[in-house]
């Protein structure tokens, strides 16, 4: 027991000089380092001054027109009114009374014949249509009249011109297609020449007229 207390008394006293000689060195190291001072001048201890910026003084914002609201242009422009200057009265012209035209009147042409009496017409079979009648010269029959007939007023001729025989008597047969013609027909007398002597004169063919009749006479 006792050597157990020695061996740790031993270890305690072992430790305490190795502190010690450890703070010895400490303070050896220390006394042996030399200090080194600095010098300082005067100049260096001076200290600068740095004189403040002069405050100066900013004009304060002037205030700025606000810009003037320009009008909207008008739709209509403004109409600038002439001088009143007098205007010169027109002269009045005198305005002639409108004469009415008056219609010609048509000339009546004068045929050397002219129809005797009223036209006629009958009904009659479908083999043909046809037209007769008589033309007189001072109370006679007059031979060798041409009688020239169309199917229009002055038209195209249909056939040669028929000659009245020797009382005064004339024929013209209309036949269309091998059987009797139907719709207007017209007959009228002409010299040697093919000229016109006497009026038209109409005949409208159907079934109810097949055999016309018109006489003519001399003026």
Request: hydrophobic share 30%.
């Amino acid at each position: 027991m006792n050597r157990r207390h020695s061996s740790l008394l031993l270890v305690l006293l072992l430790v305490v000089l190795f502190l010690l000689a450890c703070r010895t060195a400490s303070l050896v190291t220390g006394a042996e380092a030399t200090p080194t001072r600095t010098r300082v001048t005067r100049a260096a201890m001076r200290a600068t001054f740095t004189p403040f910026p002069t405050e100066t003084e900013t004009p304060l914002p002037t205030d700025t027109p606000e810009p003037t609201e320009t009008p909207p242009p008008t739709d209509e422009p403004t109409a600038t009114r002439p001088p009143n200057t007098p205007r010169p009265r027109p002269t009045e012209t005198p305005v002639p009374p409108t004469q009415t035209a008056q219609p010609t009147a048509t000339p009546t042409v004068f045929f050397e014949w002219t129809t005797n009496g009223n036209s006629s017409c009958e009904g009659g079979d479908d083999k043909e249509s046809v037209i007769t009648g008589k033309i007189t010269a001072k109370n006679a029959g007059a031979v060798g009249q041409r009688i020239q007939a169309s199917s229009g007023p002055g038209g195209e001729p249909i056939s040669d011109p028929n000659l009245s025989d020797n009382n005064g008597n004339y024929r013209v047969t209309f036949i269309c297609g091998g059987k009797a013609c139907n719709g207007d027909f017209y007959i009228w007398m002409i010299d040697p020449n093919n000229r016109q002597i006497s009026p038209f004169v109409k005949f409208t063919f159907s079934s109810g007229c097949r055999k016309g009749k018109q006489d003519f006479i001399k003026r």
